[in-house]
Every structure is written in C-alpha cells, then in structure tokens.
C-alpha cells in the first residue's frame, strides 16, 4: 500500500535545513579550540591578515544585508536570517559585534559606508526586489569564492572556518537565488 505524495512540498522545511547546516557547521568550526600560529610553517601574520580580512568583508556584506532590507522592508523577514548568519560569521573571524540579534535591520552610516564599499562602486541598492537579491547574491557569491581561493595560504583551523563559512555563503547564495522571490 502506497501513501499518497503531496504534489507540492513546501519549500520552507527544505530552505532552513539548508541554512541551520551551514550555520551549525560554521559555528562549530569557529568554536573550536586551537591557534592558527602553532601550525608548522604557518605565518602567524598571514593568518592575521587572512583573518581580519574574512571580518571585514563580512561585516561590510552585513552592512549590505541592512542597507537591502532598509530599502525593501518587505525582504526583511526572508534576510534578516541571513544578515544574522553573515554577523555570526564576522565574529567567528573576530569581529566585534555592533549590535544585538534583535537590532532592527536599518543600517547605521558607518555600516551602510562600509557597506557600499570601494569594491561595490556607489553602494546604492537597487530600486527593484529582484535585482537587490540578485545584487545580495553576486557579494555573496564574490565573497565565496574569494574564501575559497585563500584556504591554501592559511593555516589548518582557519582554513576550516573559511571553508564552513564559504559553504554558508554558498547556501545563501542559493536561497537568494531560488527562493520564492
């Protein structure tokens, strides 16, 4: 005896296991114990650097998270998890965070400055729903890939957290792409 399928599965359980993995498997390699500086031929510099950077950007694709979401109210409650995710990712790398999980979404100056940075040109959201999650997903699938690419120059435990992180980004990438936007 067969069970009858549903013609249509919801698409909400399917997206937030996508997300809760790539969060839960970011957040445990970032919690994990360890120093990148006792590596063997690890440059402590290096992963310094390597580090701050991974912060930066994702403070600044948060800062672009806010600006989105302050220019489309009506996005907020599909990236505001996100947002959330990118800062989380931005204190796993050691950013200090500016505001609390239940902040509003508007983006401060200093954020929406950031944000716009000098690698996105003017940083002006773009006036239509569709192309400012298309704008989301290019930043996060720039960032990805940029991660992906250093993991061979930093050490072990950094390598881990850019590679948990670069899936996380993966994943939003495709929640802003295939969602029902």
């Keep these: 005896m067969s069970l009858p399928?549903?013609?249509?599965?919801?698409?909400?359980p399917r997206r937030r296991s996508?997300?809760?993995s790539a969060a839960g498997a970011a957040l445990l390699v970032g919690c994990s114990g360890g120093s990148d500086s006792a590596g063997p031929g690890g440059d402590p510099s290096a992963a310094d650097r390597a580090r701050a950077r991974a912060a930066r950007d994702s403070e600044?694709?948060?800062?672009?998270?806010?600006?989105?979401?302050?220019?489309?109210?009506?996005l907020a409650e599909r990236l505001r998890p996100?947002?959330?995710?990118v800062v989380r990712h931005a204190e796993a790398f050691g950013a200090v965070r500016a505001a609390?999980?239940?902040?509003?979404?508007?983006a401060s100056p200093?954020?929406?400055?950031?944000?716009?940075g000098p690698e996105e040109g003017s940083g002006a959201v773009p006036a239509g729903e569709k192309d400012a999650l298309a704008l989301l997903a290019a930043a996060e699938r720039e960032l990805t890939d940029r991660r992906t690419g250093a993991l061979a120059g930093v050490p072990g435990e950094l390598a881990r957290l850019l590679a948990s992180v670069a899936a996380a980004g993966a994943a939003h990438?495709?929640?802003?792409t295939e969602g029902d936007g």
């Design 18 to 20: 996508l997300l809760a």
């Design 110 to 116: 200093s954020v929406s400055a950031r944000a716009a």
């Design 5 to 12: 399928v549903s013609p249509r599965l919801p698409s909400g």
């Design 60 to 74: 600044a694709l948060a800062g672009r998270y806010a600006a989105v979401i302050a220019a489309h109210p009506g």
């Design 82 to 85: 996100l947002r959330e995710e």
């Design 100 to 106: 609390s999980p239940e902040a509003s979404a508007e």
């Design 173 to 176: 990438v495709y929640l802003l």
